[in-house]
């Protein structure tokens, strides 16, 4: 059984820096893109910034220059450093991945549980 299991949020000042943790355990028998999304209470989820298994990167436009998107292939794990945080950035952070949980199986979207990140002062 596949999980994502995240780490890393909390709260901090605006200026301030954060950075995510996100790793795939149990079945996995392949994981190719994995992303980062977000959502604020009353919006809707959307994307953060993706990553594909060579690490090609790409980021949404309030992201660039701010966030960083990263991950190690032989720890199954993504990550999501973040700085220069505003107060518009707060939201529940959720990471993603395109994972293949058997040998013989199909490739499925997993979801983590989420983690708060909150920004202010």
């Known amino acids: 059984q596949v999980q994502l299991v995240e780490s890393g949020g909390g709260l901090v000042q605006p200026g301030g820096s954060l950075r995510l943790s996100c790793a795939a355990s149990?079945?996995?028998?392949?994981?190719?893109?994995m992303a980062w999304y977000r959502q604020a209470p009353g919006k809707q989820r959307e994307l953060v910034a993706s990553?594909?298994?060579?690490?090609?990167?790409d980021y949404a436009d309030f992201g660039k220059g701010r966030f960083t998107i990263s991950r190690d292939n032989a720890k199954n794990t993504v990550y999501l450093q973040m700085n220069s945080l505003k107060p518009e950035d707060t939201a529940v952070y959720y990471c993603?991945?395109?994972?293949?949980?058997?040998?013989?199986?199909?490739?499925?979207?997993?979801w983590g549980q989420g983690t708060q990140v909150t920004v202010s002062s």
């Open positions: 149990g079945s996995t028998f392949g994981i190719r893109g």
């Open positions: 990553i594909t298994p060579g690490g090609t990167t």
């Open positions: 993603n991945a395109r994972i293949r949980g058997s040998s013989s199986g199909d490739w499925a979207d997993y």
